[in-house]
């Protein structure tokens, strides 16, 4: 029913950008918070960056100045805009939804950063 389509993941170079997309259906996306978090190999899973359902963006230390999050209701999409990316930057990235009880997750895009 409810449908969250991580894309853009990939093999990156430090220092390079990449732009990850969240694909919303099966939900009001616009009374939705979003976030996109991020699981590491042997860590626990962390927040990278959220965004209300009215657009107001919070970002983790880790992103906060290299990165931004948006969302645009009309194509019910979440976006991740990542820019100067180092090592510490590989983990599988998460899409998450939620609203009151309700809470979604993605299946998760594999971002590595590697030379």
């Known amino acids: 029913q409810v449908q969250l389509v991580e894309s853009g993941g990939g093999l990156v170079q430090p220092g390079e950008s990449l732009k990850l997309s969240c694909a919303a259906s099966?939900?009001?996306?616009?009374?939705?918070?979003m976030g996109w978090y991020r699981q590491a190999p042997g860590k626990e899973r962390e927040l990278v960056a959220r965004?209300?359902?009215?657009?107001?963006?919070n970002y983790a230390d880790s992103a906060s100045g290299r990165s931004k999050i948006s969302r645009d209701n009309a194509k019910a999409t979440l976006s991740l805009q990542m820019n100067n990316l180092n090592a510490d930057d590989t983990a599988v990235y998460y899409c998450?939804?939620?609203?009151?009880?309700?809470?979604?997750w993605g299946q998760g895009t594999q971002v590595t950063v590697a030379s």
């Open positions: 998450k939804a939620w609203r009151g009880n309700f809470e979604f």
């Open positions: 965004i209300t359902s009215g657009g107001s963006p």
């Open positions: 099966g939900l009001i996306f616009r009374n939705y918070a």
